[in-house]
C-alpha cells in the first residue's frame, strides 16, 4: 500500500515558476517509478515527467527544458516548473508505481494523489 500527499499548485503568471511536491508513503521500498502527470478540461491525462529511483528522468516534449522532475531521500517527489505557458494550465497528479514480485511473476500497481490545480493566466 503506498498513499501520495500532494501540495504546491497555484496560480502564476505566464513565465512564472511553480514547484509541486509530492509526500510517498507506505511501501517505498517497492516504488521503482514516480512520476507527474496532467490532464486539462476535456482533454486527457497525459504524461509530463518521470524519475526511476536511480535517478533516471524522462520528459514529455512540451515541457523539455522547462521542467525539473526530482526526489529527496526522504521520498518526496518534486516537480520543479519554470516559464509557465498558460497551455500548462492543468490539474496536476502524482504517481507512483509499485513493483511486486510474487512467485517469480512481476506485478504492478499504479498509485494516484488527490491532485493539485495549476493555472497559468495574466
Not at 1 to 30: D, H, K, M, T, Y
Not at 90 to 111: E, F, H, L, P, S
Amino acid at each position: 500500500q503506498v498513499q501520495l500527499v500532494e501540495s504546491g499548485g497555484g496560480l502564476v503568471q505566464p513565465g512564472g515558476s511553480l514547484r509541486l511536491s509530492c509526500a510517498a508513503s507506505g511501501s517505498i521500498f517497492s516504488i521503482n517509478v514516480m512520476g507527474w502527470y496532467r490532464q486539462a478540461p476535456g482533454k486527457q491525462r497525459e504524461l509530463v515527467a518521470t524519475i526511476t529511483r536511480g535517478g533516471i528522468t524522462n520528459y514529455a516534449d512540451s515541457v523539455k527544458g522547462r521542467f525539473t522532475i526530482s526526489r529527496d531521500s526522504a521520498d518526496t517527489l518534486y516537480l520543479q516548473m519554470n516559464s509557465l505557458k498558460p497551455e500548462d494550465t492543468a490539474a496536476y497528479y502524482c504517481n507512483a508505481r509499485q513493483t511486486v514480485t510474487i512467485w517469480g511473476k512481476v506485478n504492478t500497481y499504479d498509485y494516484w494523489g488527490q491532485g493539485t490545480q495549476v493555472t497559468v493566466s495574466s
